[in-house]
């Protein structure tokens, strides 16, 4: 979470949305640079004691991104697959020695999505929810989105954004072709049932095709 008061904007983090590559931009190129809110990257509330309301004329900018391509790219989280493979409760249940045995993107998809609604009891099942359920602990709209599919051309219309803008990529993940990832149906559908949220919220068509075109793949 980044917050800066003279340029009157926050940024919230959003796990798998390109949102380091943001941050390290913002943090490089304004001046003066945002506040780093101590807590964690992907705070969603200032920390205990700190005062702030919500003000009007304020930026609230966050990033958003195609349900199914991010939910490949949670795939290859390091954390998320340790937190997975070395929780005992996930091992112990049959979804978990199933990952356990092949760690397929099948599998973990499955394991999300039955873990996924209203839990919160393993780090990796907030973290790989949808876009819309993360921002719904944010106490203020957002104002600005940033498509991951867009992300340079939607900085730049920030009205504090002067010039070109040039995002280095950051734990960029295997990046096969996305319909490999979605040949079985199941998959597919409990994919598609996950970001319900994301499609209803952000008007993300909920089609493979549709993930697909934003990646500049055929289907």
Known sequence: ????????????????????????????????????????????????????????????????????????????????????????????????RQFLEDQSFDNFVRLVAERHPESKHFNYTWAACPVAKFLSRVEYPMTNLLRFETLEQDIRVLPFVKGAVRLDPVGTSERRPLVDYYRNDETLQ????????????????????AACALRGELC
């Open 1 to 96: 979470m980044l917050l800066d008061e003279q340029k009157r904007f926050i940024f919230i983090s959003v796990p798998r949305t390109g949102c380091r590559s943001v941050h390290n931009w913002f943090k490089e190129n304004l001046d003066p640079s945002p506040i780093s809110m101590r807590g964690g990257f992907h705070r969603t509330r200032p920390p205990k004691g700190r005062k702030y309301e919500p003000r009007r004329g304020w930026l609230y900018v966050a990033g958003i991104r195609h349900p199914l391509d991010r939910l490949v790219s949670f795939f290859y989280v390091p954390e998320l697959r340790h937190d997975i493979i070395t929780n005992e409760r996930i091992v112990q249940m049959e979804l978990g």
């Open 190 to 209: 409990l994919a598609l049932d996950w970001g319900r949220l994301d499609f209803e919220k952000f008007a993300y068509e909920p089609s493979l095709e």
